[in-house]
Nanobody, 122 residues
Framework: QVQLVESGGGLVQAGGSLRLSCAAS????????MGWFRQAPGKEREFVATIDWSGYSTSYADSVKGRFTISRDNAKKTVYLQMNSLKPEDTAAYYC???????????????WGQGTQVTVSS
């Protein structure tokens, strides 16, 4: 069992930066791949980034590639999403999730956090 709690969301101007954190509980965190997803009002949840258990393999949605960076610290049981050059279209609730393998498919994730809101003003 893994419990996930996101933090770090907020209101930022376009072009600004935020760093999201996702703290996990449970002894098996380091065996899980982690992902970030987001959902804007009226839209479906979409993949943002994923990282494998070791932290060496990452994958990003085209819309965030070059602007967002996913990383993890297994000793702290935390995964991060550094978001730079934010755009108004990045506004959404951001969720972290845990899966057995790194994947862009949301249905493969077993555990989800409650989400943190990111709002980017123009």
């Amino acid at each position: 069992q893994v419990q996930l709690v996101e933090s770090g969301g907020g209101l930022v101007q376009a072009g600004g930066s935020l760093r999201l954190s996702c703290a996990a509980s449970g002894r098996t965190f380091s065996t899980y791949a982690m992902g970030w997803f987001r959902q804007a009002p009226g839209k479906e949840r979409e993949f943002v980034a994923t990282i494998d258990w070791s932290g060496y393999s990452t994958s990003y949605a085209d819309s965030v590639k070059g602007r967002f960076t996913i990383s993890r610290d297994n000793a702290k049981k935390t995964v991060y999403l550094q978001m730079n050059s934010l755009k108004p279209e990045d506004t959404a609730a951001y969720y972290c999730a845990a899966a057995r393998q790194a994947t862009i498919k949301s249905f493969a994730y077993d555990y989800w956090g409650q989400g943190t809101q990111v709002t980017v003003s123009s």
